[in-house]
């Protein structure tokens, strides 16, 4: 048979060891949020730009949207066609999101995958966000 008081000090331990693995988890969320910030204000968002403006030069209508957190390229003629990156800080650890919407006649194909991992989100430079736009924008632009 089960020894109660062992059992109460096992479930006292793993309570202790989840508070403990829960705060650690908060502080290394925390810290990517804030480097995500960052990045998304600094490197991101400028490509962004300079994407929306060359594509509304050759007559793709598309406008920047950064909502906190994320930041989304959306076509002016349908809502539904966009890319947005965002954090998913529910993942350990936290991961950079693309979500790829697209309406095709009636229906709306969407496309959720990792960009980069928490520990990378920071060093990502301008000429890899450009690589990565240009790669995701290419089924709204094939005409």
Same mark, same amino acid.
């Given at each position: 048979m089960v020894d109660i008081a062992d059992v109460r000090k096992r479930v006292r331990?793993?309570?202790e060891q989840s508070r403990k693995y829960a705060q650690e988890r908060r502080d290394r969320v925390a810290l990517v949020e804030r480097e995500i910030i960052a990045v998304l204000e600094h490197v991101v968002t400028p490509v962004f730009r300079a994407v929306a403006a060359a594509?509304?030069?050759?007559?793709?209508?598309?406008?920047v949207l950064t909502p906190p957190g994320s930041i989304r390229l959306v076509a002016e003629t349908k809502e539904e066609n966009f890319i947005? @990156? %965002?954090?998913?800080?529910?993942?350990?650890?936290?991961?950079?999101m693309v979500r790829v919407s697209r309406a095709w006649g009636r229906r709306v194909l969407v496309d959720d995958k990792t960009v980069r991992d928490g520990a990378s989100i920071a060093n990502w430079?301008?000429?890899?966000?450009?690589?990565?736009? @240009? %790669?995701?924008?290419q089924p709204f632009v094939e005409r």
């Open positions: 331990l793993t309570i594509l509304k030069a050759e007559g793709y209508l598309f406008r947005e @990156l %965002r954090l998913d800080s529910m993942r350990d650890p936290p991961v950079l430079t301008e000429d890899e966000v450009l690589v990565f736009l @240009l %790669r995701e924008i």
